[in-house]
Nanobody, 116 residues
Framework: VQLQASGGGLVQAGGSLRLSCAASGSRFSINVMGWYRQAPGMERELVAT???????EYSDSVKGRFTISRDNAKNTVYLQMNSLKPEDTAVYYCNAVILFPYGHYWGQGTLVTVSS
């Protein structure tokens, strides 16, 4: 499975960005798609996930500001990021999980920089 992420960039605090991640090459249904992020010197952390049955999960730090959505027909997941803060600065990684047969896949990462 290949994951192609796009949409990162530089934005001022309070601004918005939209990330996209398209999955290709999967013979099986992708059960979970989502976003993680890794700031310099920090561990990778969950941002948001979206399952194939429509349930979502968000980290507390982004609740109310970020919205994850998914187009199952296109195997694409989006992350709308509003009210961005400097602490949101990180490399954002797209993630996909197939439960059977099990597979866990990562995209190449896209940099989001929020200036104060």
């Amino acid at each position: 499975v290949q994951l192609q992420a796009s949409g990162g960039g530089l934005v001022q605090a309070g601004g918005s960005l939209r990330l996209s991640c398209a999955a290709s090459g999967s013979r099986f249904s992708i059960n979970v798609m989502g976003w993680y992020r890794q700031a310099p010197g920090m561990e990778r952390e969950l941002v948001a996930t979206f399952t194939s049955v429509g349930s979502t999960e968000y980290s507390d730090s982004v609740k109310g500001r970020f919205t994850i959505s998914r187009d199952n027909a296109k195997n694409t997941v989006y992350l709308q990021m509003n009210s961005l803060k400097p602490e949101d600065t990180a490399v954002y990684y797209c993630n996909a999980v197939i439960l059977f047969p099990y597979g866990h896949y990562w995209g190449q990462g896209t940099l989001v920089t929020v200036s104060s």
